[in-house]
């Protein structure tokens, strides 16, 4: 057996000290699905990189993969996370299936904006919901929703009165033919449904209505990597208490929140039976507020356009 000297022993400290696992760095695998460049995708990709930016002190620097995968349904994606082989990070509507099986980073990227929906309906059947005051009366009538959708079971398990579809485009075309009577869809996202589908559908947003259905948006995180998840986390919480995380949604969603007008609609309250207990709904600081919060006014030098 070969002696070690003391020399020896300090070079091979120092070799252990600087190889290239010893300073390895974080590195978050973001999934591309092909649509880095969506307004959608760019608001979720920036949180995720101001977060981890401004946690480089704390954690030290860090790089973004973006990793080409397939779209994928919220079941497929879960289990592609939960394996941690290709992509360690994912966004999506918490459940409690969710954070089971992958670690949640429960601070809402959105601010909750999901938490309240408009109702689309067809042009000739906005007269339907004149008269719709209460949750009971809503139920009565025919709401869609797709098979995946987080709120779908919610929906079901208050008794809602469900029809299902199984492809996103496929729910406008049925919302057009009759089949059902609404479709809930959140402030960033119906807007942007309508100028879509303008020249083939006769779809609008119902006057003077909204819904509440708690749904926040988290970074979730592969269970191989807690380390990653805290640091998203801490990130997360500098950006709310410096005032960045808010700045970037009203950018992004200004626009949006002001075609919406929540102040002036009747707001009916949706239990979300699947919401899971540690949501951090006693923190008013992570979630938008449309009575107490105003929306900074449009910046002339911004796209029209509401973001998703």
Known sequence: MVKMTHSSKILLLAVLLFSPCALAIDTLRWPDTGDMNSAKEKYKFNIAKIAMEKTVAQYGPFKIEAVPIEMMTPIRAKEVLREGIKINVYTALTTNDWELNTIPVRIPIRRGILNYRLLLVHKNNTSLFTNVHTLEELKRLKVGSQLGWATTETLKAEGFNLVRGKKPDGMFYMLDGGRFDYLPRGINEVFNDIEQYKDKLEITVAPNIAINLPAPTYFFVSPSEPGLAKRLEAGLEIMVKDGSLKALFNEAYGDSLRMADL??????????????????????????????????????????SPAL
Do not use: G, H
Request: net charge negative.
């Open 263 to 304: 102040k002036s609609r009747r707001i009916i309250t949706v239990k979300n039976s699947s919401l899971p207990p540690l949501t951090p709904l006693d923190r008013k600081e992570l979630w938008y507020d449309p009575f107490e919060e105003e929306v900074p006014p449009a910046d002339s030098e911004s796209s029209s």
